[in-house]
């Protein structure tokens, strides 16, 4: 199975900060690469899907980057309702594979 | 609106079986694949199973593979999750979720609110 790791695993930020989670995917994934937000209590949400590919709907202050096996996400400019759990996740092979998640706390 | 609803979950015993069920409406169920994404308590994601529209290219996670079986019936546009020989790390709540397209290689774009899973003596 393709192994996803995320960092940092934790990191404490401040509102209008700029934030950067990075991903690694043990071999190439292409561009099949998906960023989930999972506030507590809810269930996760899609933020952004081919890398890229922002979802509609989610603010512009997300983008996310990168192929092969090297994939970041950045918040421009965070806001309070940005402080949450994220997940990366390789659909390039079966068994379809999750990060670890990186838990962003308020500074 | 897309809608995806969870049941079957509950208490069991380990070693015994419980059959999840996701019925889901808002969109044209069979143009879509589906997965379940389940959670422990205070743990992170783990993709469980995903199947496409016609039922080919099934796929499960090692840790359920040969216990577990997907299955879908398109005439009632429900997702179903068959999970045998239950054991106590198999305690989650189980997200039923629509994928992005219709085959594999697909992302998770809906998500419904999941049904817990608790395997205890």
């Known amino acids: 199975a393709i192994r996803m790791t995320q960092s940092p695993s934790s990191f404490s930020a401040s509102t209008g900060d700029r934030v950067t989670i990075t991903c690694r995917a043990s071999?190439?994934?292409?561009?099949?690469l998906a960023w989930y937000q999972q506030r507590p209590g809810k269930a996760p949400k899609l933020l952004i899907s081919?890398?890229?590919t922002l979802q509609s709907g989610v603010p512009s202050r997300f983008s996310g980057s990168g192929s092969g096996t090297d994939f970041t996400l950045t918040i421009s400019s965070l806001q309070s309702e940005d402080f949450a759990t994220y997940y990366c996740?390789?659909?390039?092979?079966?068994?379809?594979?999750f990060g670890q998640g990186t838990k962003l706390e308020i500074k | 609106e897309v809608q995806l609803v969870e049941s079957g979950g509950g208490l069991v015993q380990p070693g015994t079986s419980l059959r999840l069920s996701c019925a889901a409406s808002?969109?044209?169920?069979?143009?879509?694949?589906m997965h379940w994404v389940r959670q422990a308590p205070g743990k992170g994601l783990e993709w469980v199973s995903g199947?496409?529209?016609?039922?080919?290219?099934?796929g499960y996670a090692d840790s359920v593979k040969g216990r577990f079986t997907i299955s879908r019936d398109n005439a009632k546009s429900s997702v179903y999750l068959q999970m045998n020989s239950l054991r106590a790390e198999d305690t989650a709540l189980y997200y039923c979720?629509?994928?992005?397209?219709?085959?594999?290689?697909?992302?998770?774009?809906?998500w419904g609110q999941g049904t817990l899973v608790i395997v205890s003596s």
């Open positions: 979720a629509k994928a992005s397209n219709g085959y594999s290689r697909a992302s998770s774009v809906s």
């Open positions: 808002g969109f044209t169920f069979d143009e879509y694949a």
């Open positions: 199947i496409p529209w016609n039922s080919d290219s099934i």
């Open positions: 071999q190439g994934i292409t561009t099949y």
């Open positions: 081919s890398a890229s």
């Open positions: 996740q390789q659909y390039y092979n079966y068994p379809y594979t």
